[in-house]
């Protein structure tokens, strides 16, 4: 449905205020927001508002993170025979 992103059940946090995604923003810092689990279907939940498909989630994030914690992002590692790669 129209409004619902699709997102990997790894990047939920469960807290006492409910159901939660870290993102990273400009800065490099957490911010957590809450959202509302729509639909579940296998590894993927689908979700109603709380994030856009602009904001970089946080894979397998800490209990720990906070709000306005500093993070590095990593770059995604290439996948091995990717197009163009050398034999």
Do not use: C, W, Y
């Not at 870290?22 to 911010?31: E, F, L, Y």
């Not at 989630?57 to 163009?84: F, I, Q, R, T, W």
Request: glycine content about 10%; cysteine-free.
């Amino acid at each position: 449905p129209a409004g619902r992103l699709s997102i990997p059940a790894n990047t939920l946090l469960f807290r006492a205020e409910g159901p939660t995604v870290a993102t990273v923003d400009a800065h490099g810092q957490i911010r957590l927001r809450p959202v509302t689990i729509a639909r579940t279907v296998g590894q993927t939940l689908e979700i109603d508002g709380g994030v856009t498909t602009d904001d970089r989630l946080v894979m397998n994030p800490s209990d720990a993170l906070a709000n306005g914690d500093p993070v590095v992002v990593a770059a995604p590692k290439a996948a091995s025979g990717a197009a163009g790669a050398k034999t």
